[in-house]
């Protein structure tokens, strides 16, 4: 089976480069949210995305597209089945970490974690395993998940806080990032039992890298720990942001149904609209079985209440 999926940061003067070689490639342009914009020619899909900036190809013809169209034009050299000789870190063992929730009002805090070699590194890559935020479907979150999780060599953990533990334990910690790092070393503790002769774990940096060192030598795991921005390009880390997604997705679609309203993402309008609707439904005291009561949203929704 060829290649259906393919990132790569750009520079940001390539962008409007990029778009004049789609143009003039018969493609049609479109607009897609947090993108420059999005292009499809048949069943060949490109989007660039605000973020990086990172192009996003996918479908039957992204092999062809990237060789004689990306590599050449944009990035001026091979990159494709080059990936081992770039980045050797990425196909040795190790583990990859990374969250989901931590910006959500409602909903739980998940950290994921996920551990990779050479061959599994390989099949996930093949497979379209990427970051989570670049993968807008929830089937394809759920598709991605089952696929990590069947890899020959891949071994996972998955840590869900709901909101009523997360804000106890918000309580305790008085600090999110103390909080991140608790529940990132617990994963990493958790894989060090499934691989005990894994040598490195490679978490997204959240926070000042001694937070999660000393969260690490608390849980007494002793181990080669890496922490770097845009750390979901490893292919470890991209696979433990998915299945950071799909257990807090589910969450969010089960609490939906449980509670009898939606449960929008993020921390804006739309929650502001739905924490009142909770509440006239519920009142307030169950907020803390749903939501992150550390937020200014919750003094936005309680204070008028209470005017």
Same mark, same amino acid.
């Given at each position: 089976?060829?290649?259906?999926? &393919?990132?790569?940061?750009?520079?940001?003067?390539?962008? %409007?480069?990029?778009?004049?070689?789609?143009?003039?490639?018969?493609?049609?342009?479109?607009?897609?949210?947090?993108?420059?914009?999005?292009?499809?020619?048949?069943?060949?899909?490109? @989007?660039?995305?605000?973020?990086?900036?990172?192009?996003?190809?996918?479908?039957? %013809?992204?092999?062809?597209?990237?060789?004689?169209?990306?590599?050449?034009?944009?990035?001026?050299?091979?990159?494709?089945? &080059?990936?081992?000789? !770039?980045?050797?870190?990425?196909?040795?063992?190790?583990?990859?970490?990374?969250?989901?929730?931590?910006?959500?009002?409602?909903?739980? $805090?998940?950290?994921?974690?996920? &551990? @990779?070699?050479?061959?599994?590194?390989?099949?996930?890559?093949?497979?379209?395993?990427?970051?989570?935020?670049?993968?807008?479907?929830?089937?394809?979150?759920?598709? $991605?998940?089952?696929?990590?999780?069947?890899?020959?060599?891949?071994?996972?953990?998955?840590?869900?806080?709901?909101?009523?533990? &997360?804000?106890?334990?918000?309580?305790?910690?008085?600090?999110?990032?103390?909080?991140?790092?608790?529940?990132?070393?617990?994963?990493?503790?958790?894989?060090?039992?499934?691989?005990?002769?894994?040598? !490195?774990?490679?978490?997204?940096?959240?926070?000042?890298?001694?937070?999660?060192? !000393?969260?690490?030598?608390?849980?007494?795991?002793?181990?080669?720990?890496?922490?770097?921005?845009?750390?979901?390009?490893?292919?470890?880390?991209?696979?433990?942001?998915?299945?950071?997604?799909?257990?807090?997705?589910?969450?969010?679609?089960?609490?939906? %149904?449980?509670?009898?309203?939606?449960?929008?993402?993020?921390?804006?309008?739309?929650?502001?609209?739905?924490?009142?609707?909770?509440?006239?439904?519920?009142?307030?005291?169950?907020?803390?079985?749903?939501?992150?009561?550390?937020?200014? @949203?919750?003094?936005?929704?309680?204070?008028?209440?209470?005017?």
């Amino acid at each position: 089976m060829g290649l259906t999926t &393919y990132t790569q940061e750009i520079e940001k003067g390539d962008v %409007e480069k990029l778009r004049e070689l789609l143009l003039r490639g018969g493609f049609e342009m479109r607009e897609k949210p947090y993108a420059y914009f999005g292009a499809r020619k048949g069943k060949l899909n490109v @989007t660039v995305y605000e973020k990086g900036p990172k192009v996003l190809v996918q479908g039957k %013809e992204t092999e062809e597209f990237v060789k004689f169209v990306l590599e050449p034009e944009i990035l001026g050299e091979a990159r494709l089945g &080059y990936e081992e000789v !770039r980045n050797p870190e990425m196909f040795q063992p190790h583990f990859g970490i990374d969250e989901s929730g931590k910006g959500d009002y409602f909903g739980p $805090l998940v950290i994921a974690g996920a &551990y @990779t070699n050479s061959e599994s590194t390989r099949a996930l890559m093949e497979a379209g395993v990427m970051d989570s935020k670049r993968v807008s479907s929830r089937d394809r979150i759920a598709n $991605l998940s089952s696929v990590i999780r069947r890899t020959p060599g891949v071994k996972t953990s998955v840590i869900l806080i709901g909101p009523k533990r &997360y804000n106890e334990l918000y309580e305790r910690f008085a600090n999110l990032n103390e909080l991140l790092a608790w529940g990132h070393a617990k994963v990493i503790k958790e894989l060090s039992g499934l691989v005990p002769e894994c040598p !490195r774990a490679l978490s997204d940096q959240f926070a000042n890298p001694r937070v999660l060192e !000393r969260a690490l030598a608390r849980q007494e795991v002793n181990m080669e720990l890496q922490q770097r921005t845009k750390g979901e390009s490893d292919v470890a880390v991209a696979a433990a942001s998915i299945l950071a997604r799909e257990a807090f997705v589910r969450w969010i679609e089960n609490g939906s %149904e449980a509670w009898g309203l939606s449960f929008p993402l993020g921390a804006g309008a739309p929650v502001l609209e739905s924490g009142r609707d909770f509440i006239d439904l519920h009142g307030q005291e169950p907020l803390a079985e749903v939501a992150k009561l550390h937020f200014k @949203t919750t003094n936005q929704l309680t204070s008028s209440r209470n005017e």
